[in-house]
């Protein structure tokens, strides 16, 4: 009889304190396997806290949190192998071209010289950034940089990447072409968890929202599914809803009182 494969992600329980302050509490999340899952919330909701402890940066005070089956407490080097972060602030070496900034994560991660040469020229070719490879990191747009990031991400190959707030600063084009990369990342088999402060982009790359309120899940379901149970037109207006539902009240009964007149 076939196994049912492990989650890309399954956390349970998971809690973090930081002194008297709750950031998770009692953290219940699943992300299936080859799937985007966007993690919303407001500026101190626990977005970044839940990547941090999944990537073993931090641990939790509480709870269990799994990546591909690996505990992420009691077997952190095997989850290490098997992930890959693009974190808020960028990993580009901004006095490396950008060949060199993606050898050295070859590096980093011990491939072997002719498998990282490989895999560097796959990526230059694949992020469009092949005449771009003897410039300084610092010579990229911030376009042309955050591809860099998310590139040096993959350099290992990993199974599931997580991508924090990937797209902050960047304009409507660049953010387009980041979003065209997710899509190719996921259509071969790559699992992401994503954070992200612009709903539209949880709308076109999610197959699955959780939001996060004060350290706790308050919705967790398609982007389809939570507009229509919450009889919204966006995920904005989902989003508001349900963590600033008297600005919520009030935009709508101003949307009403408009429609009226």
């Known amino acids: 009889m076939p196994t049912t494969p492990a989650p890309a992600i399954e956390v349970a329980g998971l809690h973090k304190r930081y002194g008297d302050q709750t950031v998770l509490d009692a953290l219940d999340l699943t992300v299936p396997v080859g799937t985007v899952t966007a993690l919303l919330g407001p500026n101190g909701a626990g977005k970044t806290t839940t990547v941090s ?24 080097q095997a989850v290490r192998r098997l992930i890959g972060v693009t974190g808020q602030l960028s990993a580009v070496d901004p006095l490396l071209t950008t060949v060199e900034n993606l050898r050295l994560m070859a590096d980093l991660l011990h491939l072997p010289r002719l498998e990282g040469r490989r895999r560097v020229t796959d990526l230059l070719e694949r992020f469009g950034l092949t005449d771009a490879a003897r410039k300084q990191g610092q010579q990229l747009s911030g376009g042309m ?73 308050v919705a967790h379901d398609t982007p389809t599914g939570l507009k229509a ?26 949307h009403d009182s408009t429609e009226v007149a």
Do not use: C, N
Request: net charge negative; hydrophobic share 40%; aromatic share 4%.
């Open 145 to 217: 940089q955050r591809k860099l990031d998310l590139a040096m991400t993959l350099v290992g190959g990993p199974q599931v990447v997580f991508l924090d707030e990937p797209t902050t600063g960047l304009d409507p084009r660049a953010r387009r072409d980041l979003w065209d990369q997710v899509r190719t990342l996921v259509a071969g088999g790559t699992s992401v968890l994503l954070t992200t402060q612009y709903m539209e982009e949880a709308d076109q790359l999610a197959d699955h929202v959780a939001v996060l309120h004060e350290g706790r899940l």
């Open 53 to 76: 402890i999944l990537s073993t940066l931090i641990p939790a005070d509480g709870g269990t949190a799994r990546v591909l089956g690996h505990d992420v407490a009691r077997e952190p």
């Open 229 to 254: 149970t919450h009889d919204a037109g966006s995920l904005d207006d989902v989003f508001l809803a349900l963590t600033d539902p008297d600005r919520a009240g009030s935009a709508r009964a101003g």
